[in-house]
């Protein structure tokens, strides 16, 4: 099975900074990786598709890249909204979620 | 976008097997646009998937728990359910159930139910 690790596992930043989240696939996923946010008490909602897709309704500071085995998410100016849990996932073959990045304001 | 409701017990006993259910609205479980999968989060600790089935009744399940899992599907009443047998303390979790996307060999989810917290416990 494909793992996806993470990182960092946390992080702190200020209102208007920029932040990215790396995840890194165990083999090669094509562009077939999603990122998602968990807001406190929530379930999880997809930001990005397809590693770069920025879904419907999705504020555009929110960017992702990557292809193969090497993916990232970016913020471009932290926004007070956006505390919360970040997760990649791959769809490559069956499912596996990243163990996600908690963002919290400093 | 579908919407989707789990329903099911809250409390477990260990050994035994848990019955959980997904309602599916605004939209046919049939679709070939969507795949349908159960997703737990443990206490305080991350996503895990634990298997999805396709609209042709095509079901993968997640290597952690293959050997006590099953998911199906009831097209006469919409709904996914989930089977998981010989309950522990680690099975323990919100269980969601999710909508994905089909898009060529991939997807993503889309629908998320509001989850349900089962606690295995005597």
């Known amino acids: 099975d494909i793992q996806m690790t993470q990182s960092p596992s946390s992080l702190s930043a200020s209102i208007g900074a920029r932040v990215t989240i790396t995840c890194r696939a165990s083999?090669?996923?094509?562009?077939?990786l999603n990122w998602y946010q968990q807001r406190p008490g929530k379930a999880p909602k997809v930001l990005i598709s397809?590693?770069?897709n920025l879904q419907t309704g999705v504020p555009s500071r929110f960017s992702g890249s990557g292809s193969g085995t090497d993916f990232s998410l970016t913020i471009s100016s932290v926004q007070p909204e956006d505390v919360a849990t970040y997760y990649c996932?791959?769809?490559?073959?069956?499912?596996?979620f990243g163990q996600g990045t908690k963002l919290d304001i400093k | 976008q579908v919407q989707l409701q789990e329903s099911g017990p809250g409390l477990v006993k260990p050994s035994q097997t848990l019955s959980l259910s997904c309602t599916v609205s605004?939209?046919?479980?049939?679709?070939?646009?969507?795949?349908w999968s159960w997703i737990r989060q443990q206490p305080g600790k991350g996503l895990e998937w634990l298997g999805y089935?396709?609209?042709?009744?095509?079901?993968y399940y997640s290597p952690s728990v293959q050997s006590r899992i099953s998911i199906s599907t009831d097209r006469s009443q919409n709904q996914i359910s989930l089977n998981l047998r010989s309950m522990t303390a680690a099975d323990t979790a919100v269980y969601y159930c999710?909508?994905?996307?089909?898009?060529?060999?991939?997807?993503?989810?889309?629908?998320w139910g509001q989850g349900t917290l089962v606690t295995v416990s005597s």
């Open positions: 083999q090669s996923i094509g562009t077939s």
């Open positions: 089935i396709y609209s042709t009744g095509s079901a």
């Open positions: 996932q791959q769809s490559y073959r069956k499912d596996t």
């Open positions: 605004g939209g046919s479980i049939s679709s070939g646009e969507y795949y």
């Open positions: 999710a909508g994905g996307l089909l898009r060529g060999d991939s997807g993503w989810y889309v629908s």
């Open positions: 397809g590693a770069s």
